[in-house]
């Protein structure tokens, strides 16, 4: 899968964030995982972002440990980014 990770200069990094999303989805597999943190490590500003991503994502778990959001939360995320909108237009 190509991604739009350009190391044109060291500022341009347009494809990291995507890329982390990507990594940290439960459902990556393993080598794709692989393959990401290798294309990450190659840019000194794009590895400082990934350690950086998962130093909170590892203060958040060890903080929240295995609390769960309410269900009524849950509900409104999961509808909030799963929305979407049909139109039809008949003539």
Known sequence: MATE??????ADCRGMHQLL???FQPDTPPERVAA????????PD??????????IRGLVRDC?????????????????????EVRIQRR
């Open 5 to 10: 990770h350009n190391h044109a200069n060291e």
């Open 36 to 43: 990401i943190r290798q294309e990450l490590a190659s840019c």
């Open 64 to 84: 929240c440990g295995q609390a769960h959001a309410p269900r009524v939360l849950r509900e409104r995320i999961i509808t909030s980014i799963s929305y979407t």
């Open 46 to 55: 794009c590895l400082r972002q990934l350690e950086s991503e998962e130093a």
């Open 21 to 23: 999303c990507e990594l």
